[in-house]
């Protein structure tokens, strides 16, 4: 079982900052396109960015663009979400996954091709 560990989430007040983490010692992010998604209570989940193997794509939903950016450190094996003036509908519990996608454009990869999830970091903003 591949173990992905999200990091970075906490309590902020809107127009805050706060920048996620998601590494893991068990696969190569360099071989994966790699996503941050969100699940709010009552709400589906839904994908907030993602970025292709090559890190040379990146995706972001419509809320989020302009607000958050999406990077990947293959040296290190990290992934990040750079998420800035924050807003309460941000509020949500967000996980990273790996996908073993090499297409051009990582937001036509299928949810079920994103085969190792972490469990989720909390990110929760006040107004």
């Known amino acids: 079982q591949v173990q992905v560990v999200e990091s970075g989430g906490g309590l902020v007040q809107a127009g805050q900052s706060l920048r996620l983490s998601c590494t893991t010692s068990?696969?190569?992010?360099?071989?994966?396109?790699m996503g941050w998604f969100r699940q709010a209570p009552g709400k589906e989940r839904e994908e907030v960015s993602c970025?292709?193997?090559?890190?040379?794509?990146?995706y972001y939903t419509d809320s989020v663009k302009d607000r958050f950016t999406i990077t990947k450190d293959n040296a290190k094996n990290i992934l990040y979400l750079q998420m800035n003036s924050l807003k309460p509908e941000d509020t949500a519990m967000y996980y990273c996954?790996?996908?073993?996608?090499?297409?051009?454009?990582?937001?036509?990869?299928?949810?079920?091709?994103?085969?190792?999830w972490g469990q989720g970091t909390q990110v929760t903003v006040s107004s």
């Open positions: 996954a790996a996908a073993a996608y090499f297409g051009p454009f990582c937001e036509a990869a299928k949810i079920y091709e994103y085969k190792y």
């Open positions: 068990e696969l190569s992010f360099a071989d994966y396109a």
């Open positions: 970025i292709t193997w090559s890190a040379g794509s990146t």
